[in-house]
């Protein structure tokens, strides 16, 4: 891995623990005002300091968050269908070259294995891949799962392992039963959760406790924290978990704690 390539990485993955909290509020490129991002700037700019990366997108990047943040920025560079449409049809919408006037330390897109446009999204992949490995920045592979596929160990293993194949320097996808087989597929490439729909707190605190624990590195987390009563309780509570191992229970009580 070259020096920047490398850089980049270290700026995402905490130095100590090796792992990553990283906040995700792309959801807005097909999704348009999420519920609590209506105002993105005034949900996450509170919650940032607890954050160790921010997945965000050019234009949200631009608009609501300062540009003195000292936040690692993992920059959402695919898009072009909405909710109303088919999911996988996606392409690239942001150039590298904009990707580095916003210093991003890595970039992402996603990849719908499985699903109608799965060579094309592929496609997506492999051209971020290539720019990125010209210009030292790593990419994460977001695995995105279509309504009528199974988020079973064998789908996001072989989803997971295509991206890893292509030549992602990380990998982004959903917990699920035997999660172990998954890492597995991945090699040495790190693997984060997505959090998914808001679940109850506490179940998502289990979430990403049995993600830790079966190898993944980190959460990339975004309803289950924004749309929360309590969002600072919960983005600490799951960075506990994430880089103190603290128990369920204990990552509960943080969420609790309005201080
Ligand atoms: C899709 O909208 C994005 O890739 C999100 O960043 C991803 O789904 C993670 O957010 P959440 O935890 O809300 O699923």
Not at 119 to 147: D, F, M, R
Request: net charge positive; hydrophobic share 40%; proline share 3%.
């Amino acid at each position: 891995m070259d020096w920047g390539m490398k850089n980049r990485f270290s700026r995402i993955l905490n130095s100590k623990t090796g792992r990553c909290l990283m906040l995700a509020v792309d959801h807005g490129y097909f999704q348009g005002p999420t519920t609590g991002l209506e105002n993105l700037g005034k949900m996450v700019n509170p919650i940032l300091p607890y954050s160790d990366a921010l997945m965000i997108t050019r234009g949200a990047l631009r608009t609501w968050i300062p540009a003195e943040t000292d936040k690692p920025v993992v920059l959402r560079m695919s898009g072009g269908q909405s909710i109303l449409k088919e999911l996988s049809n996606e392409i690239i919408t942001t150039s590298v070259q904009d990707a580095i006037r916003v210093n991003a330390s890595a970039i992402t897109c996603s990849v719908y294995v499985g699903g109608e446009y799965e060579k094309e999204t592929i496609g997506n992949l492999a051209h971020l891949v290539n720019e990125g490995e010209h210009y030292g920045i790593p990419v994460l592979a977001v695995t995105a799962v279509g309504k009528e596929m199974v988020r079973d160990a064998r789908y996001l293993g072989l989803a997971c392992r295509i991206c890893v194949e292509i030549g992602a320097r990380m990998v982004k996808t959903y917990y699920c039963e035997n999660f172990e087989k998954v890492v597995e597929a991945c090699g040495k490439v790190p693997v984060v959760i997505a959090g998914g729909k808001k679940i109850e707190e506490k179940a998502a605190l289990e979430m990403a406790s049995n993600a830790i624990r079966s190898g993944a590195v980190g959460v990339d987390m975004g309803r289950n924290v924004f749309q929360s009563e309590n969002p600072v309780g919960m983005i600490r509570a799951v960075r506990a978990i994430v880089h103190e191992n603290v128990s369920v229970s204990e990552a509960y009580k943080i969420y609790q704690s309005r201080s």
